[in-house]
């Protein structure tokens, strides 16, 4: 497979999984409002801005709403959900021949209506519902993908590129939750309470499977040990970094074994600390310095995959 | 969208007439010939089945087939990219929904007339390129062959793949108001637009389903297979599976939906010159794999952009010592590079010439009376008559750099003149003539509208033509200009019987 | 009389390029009185080289470094030996003219008789031709000669005044250039005058005590005009002096782009320097890099791939 093609399928999948990392967190805060006082809301919504707009959380300012819109519709906006679109779709159009006419119908009729004339009335009137079928829609995506393309090389990126990037932003998002705030948010936040332990379980579409574990007895430490160490769940970290191992050998068949033992051992590593890891120890020590562990290694990860398979140097290769 | 949902039809036999009865009250017959109607607004027998469908149907069905024929090229994205102030907007090429048609014995004959030249212009091209014997012989003046921008001095004595410089040729021909079909001009660069007639066909007998099977239409499926054959045979001595990728400018370019569905068509790489590159003469790409070799390149990149080394310095779109690599003869590069030298719209005027001095035959395919302004007394001819004849620049295509005078102010004139008399040898002059009108779909009725008639030819060890072609159409009631890039559309072209 | 001539060219990146492809036109010909004895090219890195002949019959060599690197230099050796010619006459007959605007002398003649790239006439040009009263006079070898002269005589020679590829209004405008300058300048008029010029990249052994104006650590640059029964005579205008013993032609073009002696691409964003050094010496002398190497300005761009390309592929004509 071109280098270059395997890249534009890795991308399309990163900027799928953000927007609709996003529009869930998004969708679910501004429900959650409903049950708050104005001022918990307010307040709370520095998590959200941190997790989903950073590193440029200074730019979005305003009312919740005001946020959320930015978040959603702002063009000029580096990490809004339709800047993702507009990215991953741009990615699918440079791979176009490879990807399924489904595939390419559906994040191509998706932006198409993003960026139809009268979205902003639509996002104005009712929001929630907005940005649920956003999420439903990229969720579509991601079915359609895995069952009108072969599961050859593209999809091991494309998966390879999702579960990076949700590994990602689940830490993150806990990195916001749990321990001290990330030293790039504003550091004047109460401590979450109830309301947003559900909260952020809901933003993971980790709620009723939670239920299912642990009854609905909710507490933090049973939170960050379901949303990291669960085997199961499709948004912990652990599953996303198995799928993350598991998918690095499927990439660039025929190509000389060393070239993927950086990112192997990087994942394996990785893998290995959370097969192996405790939830009491993390939260006795240092969950905040594991979750910022997490985030450094998927872009080590991501980095020696980019090494081996698509900007490698090609001297060695060539007959001389 | 199946015909079948709806009641069938009842015929109706008072007929609509052009110019009287809906569908067809604003259709216009005038001094051009008509696809559908004879000047006394009887069909013809090769149109009569799609005019009794339209003077059948019921009102807003064709509106609604059209819409839904729409909609469907917008969501598969086959679409052509606009540069505007701020920012790039997608449009897709209007379609219309109505066939053109053209009967089945009308199409052989045209087929015969574009082999032989396709033939000519290709021994014309390797005889420029070597000996320059039709040079010698002052058929062709020397000045213009080796003044044109398009000749490129770096592919003299190259040898080219079974002497078929030009493999994929997409010739437009115009009827003439006597009822002729005619070559107005030979695309042998890179033409574009394939990929709408193929698209085309799809929808068109979706819309049309019982119309289609009831008239016979030649298929037309078969273009990719065609042409990853001939990209094949061009692959002499090589291996026996050659690795044949499409070499694309990008996304930015207004054709990638093109190259990417001719790349899925053809089951082949689509890859853009930052993918490849030239080590010891040899063509690689880069793969997730490793470096692999690459044989066989259908290049929709332009001339001047794919080598930065042997031509534009600048190009960051080409692939560096490509030139190289196929003067080495490791590669195939379809088509050939320098082929413009041959569809130079001066040079055009002489291609019977060049037909009956290759083939010893008489061109069975006529052309458009030409004036050269290179010839002083052609020149002042043009210049006195520019309100009947439409002026073209060279070396240009796509619609640029042309004036249509009886379309045109007297003051757009008077610049244009100016033009052309700074710079004579860069410009032609043909008669204004009325393209052949077909029925089309518009708001609410059918009207008339100008087209042309884009066959794609592939040539390798043989030539190859499916039977169809793109019928471009000019929106605008009236206007003569067929150019996508100036607001036309296109429409399916159904060979028949 | 034998010249051994080394060619030395260095270019250093401020930061890690790929995939360069370079392109020489530095192999001495080996015709008429000139014979090649020996060449050699060595690269650094090492590279396989190619060759093939191009269309004005010039021996092209290429290669490409596909790795990483920051210097790249090509290092051109040759051994040449040059015989005693004849002198060219004073004057051709008149008649000449007519043979000169026949068709087929013409025709023959196409490629360095038209207005190219580098030799365009432009009104400047025209304006000097006026200033300096620089016409045909009776027949062409007379004219070139005294063209020659009248080049020489109106022009200073200054390095770092132009580019290689300088139009020449640059150096009209000036009124000093190099060797490049003064060819392009003098194929122009020759080629309004009807007379069949082409551009010769080579190697002058210099004699500063001669006269020579050139630098002696440089490629050179003269022209060499078709005068009928004579054939191509050789005229460098930097100098003052026809062509002879001394000018080891290595390629002929139509002006200087068809003929640079080294270009190249690459893949990277670095900006380039370049460091050119020649050496003609009659005689086998030591040859130390050091003492001959000198910077020039820089003069290959990278290829690069910018957003603003979008520009670049619509500007594509669609057929």
Known sequence: MLSRVADALYWMARYLERAEHSARVLAVKLEAMLDQTPDDAAEAWIRVTGALAWPMSEDVKGSPIDIAQQLTLDKAHASSIMTSVRLARDNARQVRELISTEMWGQINRQYLRLNASDTSLIWAAQPVPF????????????????????????????????????????ARLLDLHFGALPPDVPQHVRAPRYFEWITLLKQATAFEAYCKVYTADIGPSQIAEFLIFDPEFPHSIRFAVDRIQEELGFLGPGAAAGRRVQAERLAGRLKASLDYGQVDELMAGDIDGFLRSVQ??????????FDAFIGYSVDELLPS | MAEAAHPRPVIVSNRARPGVDRPFADYGLGAAHDEMFLPDGTPRPHAAALYQALTTLPGDELARRQQACEQSFLHQGITFTVYGNEEATEKIIPTDLLPRIIPGAEWDKLEQGLRQRISALNLFLKDVYNDGKILNDGIVPRDLVFGSKHYLRQMRGVQVPLDAYVNVCGTDIIRREDGSMVVLEDNLRVPSGVSYMLA??????????DLYRACGVRPIESYGQDLLATLKELAVGFRDDPRIVLLTPGIFNSAYYEHAFLARQMGIDLVEGRDLLVHDNVVYMRTTSGVKRVDVIYRRVDDDFIDPLAFRHDSALGVAGLMNAYRAGNVVIANTIGTGVADDKAVYSYVPDIIRYYLDEEPLLG?????????????????????????????????????????????????????????????????TIQLSTAPCFVGSGVEARHVDLRPYLLTGRQTRLVPGALTRVALKRGSLVVNSSQGGGSKDTWVVG | MFYSIRHLTRYRYDAPVRESVMQLYVQPKSEGVQRLQSFQVSTQPRAALQAYTDHFGNAVYHFDVP?????????????????????????VDDSAWAILSDPRTRGEH???????????????????????????????????????QALFAAFAYAPEETDVDSPIDVALSKRKGVCQDFAHIMIAIARGWGVPARYVSGYLYTRRDGGDRSAPDATHAWVEAFVPNCGWVGFDPTNNVLAGERHIRVAIGRDYSDVPPVRGVFKGPANSELAVAVRVSPAKAPRRRDDFLRVVRPMMKPVSRAPENAADEQHQQQQ
Request: a negative charge; glycine letters at 8%; aromatic letters at 6%.
């Open chain 1, 131 to 170: 940005l649920r079928r956003v999420a439903d829609d990229l969720l579509l995506f991601a079915g359609i993908t895995d069952s009108t393309m072969r599961h050859g090389e593209g999809w091991h990126f494309i998966q390879l590129g999702r579960y990076i990037e949700r590994a990602q932003l689940i």
């Open chain 1, 296 to 305: 450094a290694s998927c872009k080590q990860i991501h980095q020696s995959v």
């Open chain 2, 200 to 209: 085309n066909r799809e929808v068109v007998r979706r819309a049309f389903g």
């Open chain 2, 367 to 431: 052309s458009v009376e030409t004036f050269r302004c290179r010839e002083p007394n052609a020149l002042s001819h043009v210049l006195a008559n520019l309100d009947t004849l439409v002026v073209k620049a060279v070396g240009e295509s796509g619609g640029y750099g042309m004036l249509v005078g009886p379309h045109a102010t007297a003051a757009q004139r008077t610049a244009f003149a100016e033009k052309v008399k700074a710079d004579p040898d860069n410009y032609i002059a043909q008669p």
């Open chain 3, 67 to 91: 790795g990483s690197h920051q210097e790249l230099s090509v290092e051109a050796e040759a051994e040449v030996e040059m015989q005693a010619s004849a002198a060219p006459p004073e004057w």
């Open chain 3, 110 to 148: 196409y490629d360095m008789l038209e207005n190219h790239g580098l030799t365009r006439a432009t009104p400047l040009l025209q304006d000097f031709l006026t200033e300096r009263g620089i016409g045909k006079v009776a027949d062409p070898m007379s004219s070139l000669r005294r063209l020659n």
